[in-house]
C-alpha cells in the first residue's frame, strides 16, 4: 500500500468524544509533522484507506479536504493524494528567515532557541511567524496615508472643546459600544457613502480593524472551527483568527475576487469567510456581484458568517465608492467591519462593527468581558469631526490628491521601470502592484529586492510575503498616497537601479 504501511497504526476510538473525521486528521497530521509521512510520499486512496481503518469514506474523505486546505497534502491530477513537499510549518519558517533580514527581525533559529528556553505555545510560535509590513517607515514606497495632509489644526480645537472641562458622561463613561454621539455620525455616513443598511445600535467602537475581526471571531465561532481567508491576504487578519484559535484555509482569488466554490472544496466545514470585496489586499481585485451573492448563499446555507473588511473603500478614483457587500444580505450573516486609521492618521486607533441587530448584545457583552471599553479620548472629536463635514471634506482632499500622486506613480514607473516591473492603474486605493516584466518572471525574487531596497532608502513590500503558503506570484507592493511627486520620482529611478543590478 503506498505510502501507507503505518497507517494502519493510527488509533482511532469510537467512544472517544471527537468525531472520527478529527482524529482521522489529527493522527494523519502528527505521523506527517513528526515525519513517519515523509514529504511527497503517496497516501492510499480514499476507498482503501476507508477500507483498513474501517471508516466511511466520507469521513475519510472529510480528514484528506483538511489536510488539503492546511497545506499539508496536495493532488495531482489522475494521480491520487500526495504529502505536501513543503509543509505549513516550512512556510512558517521561511516566513521567519525572510523577518530576520529586515530592520527588528528575527531568524528561524533565533525563534526556535526562544521557543526551546521560554516554551512558547504554538499559538505564540504562529504568531510570530506571521508577517506584517510596517507602517513606521517615511520613505517612499512605504504604505499609509499623507500624515501631513490632515487637518490637525481643527482636530486640536475639537479636541480642545471636549476636554478642557469633560463632564461625567466622558470622564467615567463605561460605554462598552462605544460614545453614543460617534455611533450615530457613523450610521449616517455609512448609509449614506456604502449603502450599508444599520442603525447606531448596531455599530460597536473598537480600537481598529484588528480588534474588531477577533472579537466577532471569539464571538462567532469555537476554538479549532475553520475560517477562509483570501490567498493572498492581509496579514492582520491571520494574526486575529489565529490568535482565537481558529484553523485557516487559504483561498484563492483571481479576477472576482475569493473562489467561493474552490473555498467550499477546501474547507467544508468552514464557518466564517473573511473578504475585503470592495478593493482585496493586496490585489485590489473587486468581488464580482456574481461571487458576492455565491458567498451570501453560501452563509446562508453553512449557518455561516462572512466578515466584511472595508478597509479603503473612501478612496475610489473613477464613480461613487462601491456599496457594502452587507447592503446586499437579507439573511443577518454579515460583519461589517471599518477603520479610520488609513483614513485619517494610524495612531487614532479607532475602529468599528456593524453587527445584525440579534447579535449586538452578546457582542457588547463580551466586549466588556474583554477590555470593557475603547478608550474615550478622541470617540468624542471624531463624532464632531463626521458631523461637522470635516471627515468628507478630508476625503475629497485626499482623494484628488491620491489620485495625482498615483498618476506620479505610473509616469515615474514608465521612465525608470520600464523592461523592469509592469503597473497597471487602479481605481482605488492606496498602492499599486509592480509585477515582474516577461524578461524577469522567472528570476525575480521579491524578497531580496525588498532587502536591497531598504539598504538604498527605498521602502517597498514583497508580494509573497502576503502569501500564507508557497507565493504564486512575485511582486512589489509600492505605497503612493504619503509621498509627493518628486519622493516618488527618486525612489522609482532607485528601484529601477536595485533591480537592473540584481538582474
Given at each position: ?106 531568524g528561524l533559529d533565533q525563534s526556535a532557541d526562544i521557543a526551546r528556553r521560554y516554551g512558547l505555545s504554538r499559538r505564540g510560535q504562529a504568531l ?376
Amino acid at each position: 500500500m503506498p505510502g501507507g504501511g503505518n497507517l494502519l497504526a493510527l488509533n482511532l476510538d469510537n467512544a472517544d468524544e471527537g468525531p472520527l473525521y478529527r482524529q482521522l486528521y489529527d493522527g494523519l497530521r502528527l505521523m506527517i509533522l513528526d515525519g513517519r509521512l515523509a514529504s511527497g510520499s503517496r497516501l492510499p486512496a480514499n476507498r482503501v484507506l476507508a477500507q483498513d481503518l474501517s471508516l466511511s469514506r466520507n469521513t475519510v474523505a472529510t480528514a484528506l479536504q483538511q489536510l488539503l486546505a492546511e497545506g499539508y497534502v496536495e493532488t495531482r491530477q489522475g494521480d491520487g493524494t500526495y504529502v505536501a513537499s513543503e509543509l505549513p510549518d516550512d512556510v512558517l519558517g521561511g516566513t521567519e528567515r525572510q523577518t530576520s533580514e529586515r530592520p527588528g527581525g528575527y531568524g528561524l533559529d533565533q525563534s526556535a532557541d526562544i521557543a526551546r528556553r521560554y516554551g512558547l505555545s504554538r499559538r505564540g510560535q504562529a504568531l510570530a511567524a506571521i508577517s506584517r509590513v510596517s507602517a513606521g517607515s517615511v520613505a517612499a514606497f512605504a504604505p499609509g496615508p499623507d500624515i501631513g495632509a490632515f487637518p490637525f489644526d481643527i482636530w486640536a480645537r475639537l479636541l480642545a472643546r471636549f476636554w478642557r472641562r469633560p463632564g461625567p458622561e466622558l470622564a467615567i463613561s463605561h460605554d462598552a459600544g462605544g460614545y453614543p454621539p460617534l455611533k450615530a455620525a457613523i450610521a449616517s455616513y455609512l448609509g449614506a457613502m456604502r449603502g450599508v443598511r444599520c442603525e447606531p445600535g448596531q455599530i460597536i467602537v473598537v480600537s481598529g480593524a484588528q480588534q474588531a475581526i477577533s472579537l466577532a471571531a471569539q464571538v462567532l465561532l469555537d476554538h479549532d472551527d475553520q475560517a477562509m481567508v483570501e490567498e493572498p491576504g492581509y496579514g492582520g487578519i491571520r494574526g486575529a483568527l489565529t490568535a482565537a484559535g481558529l484553523r485557516i484555509a487559504h483561498v484563492p482569488v483571481d479576477g472576482e475576487g475569493m473562489d467561493i466554490a474552490a473555498g467550499e472544496a477546501r474547507a467544508p466545514l468552514a464557518r466564517l469567510a473573511c473578504v475585503a470585496p470592495s478593493h482585496q489586499h493586496p490585489l485590489g481585485v473587486v468581488m464580482s456581484l456574481r461571487r458576492r451573492l455565491a458567498l451570501i448563499e453560501w452563509a446562508r446555507r453553512r449557518q455561516g458568517w462572512i466578515l466584511e473588511d472595508d478597509y479603503d473603500s473612501e478612496y475610489r478614483y473613477a464613480g461613487r465608492p462601491l456599496a457594502a457587500l452587507q447592503g446586499l444580505d437579507t439573511t443577518g450573516r454579515v460583519i461589517y467591519v471599518g477603520s479610520f486609521s488609513k483614513v485619517l492618521f494610524p495612531a487614532l486607533r479607532l475602529g468599528y462593527l456593524v453587527v445584525p441587530p440579534d447579535l449586538v448584545e452578546p457582542f457588547v457583552r463580551a466586549r466588556r468581558v474583554l477590555d470593557d471599553h475603547t478608550a474615550m479620548l478622541a470617540q468624542p472629536v471624531l463624532a464632531r469631526f463626521i458631523e461637522d463635514g470635516h471627515f468628507a471634506s478630508h476625503v475629497r482632499r485626499m482623494r484628488r490628491l491620491y489620485a495625482g500622486r498615483q498618476e506620479a506613480l505610473l509616469a515615474a514607473a514608465r521612465k525608470d521601470l520600464a523592461g523592469l516591473l509592469e503597473i497597471d492603474a487602479d481605481e482605488a486605493g492606496m498602492h499599486l502592484i509592480a509585477r515582474p516584466a516577461a524578461a524577469l518572471t522567472s528570476s525575480m525574487d521579491d524578497g531580496q529586492i525588498t532587502q536591497a531596497a531598504a539598504k538604498a532608502g527605498v521602502t517597498v513590500a514583497a508580494l509573497s510575503s502576503t502569501y500564507a503558503g508557497k507565493p504564486a506570484r512575485q511582486g512589489l507592493i509600492l505605497g503612493y498616497a504619503a509621498h509627493d511627486e518628486d519622493s516618488i520620482a527618486v525612489a522609482a529611478r532607485r528601484l529601477g537601479e536595485i533591480i537592473a543590478g540584481q538582474g
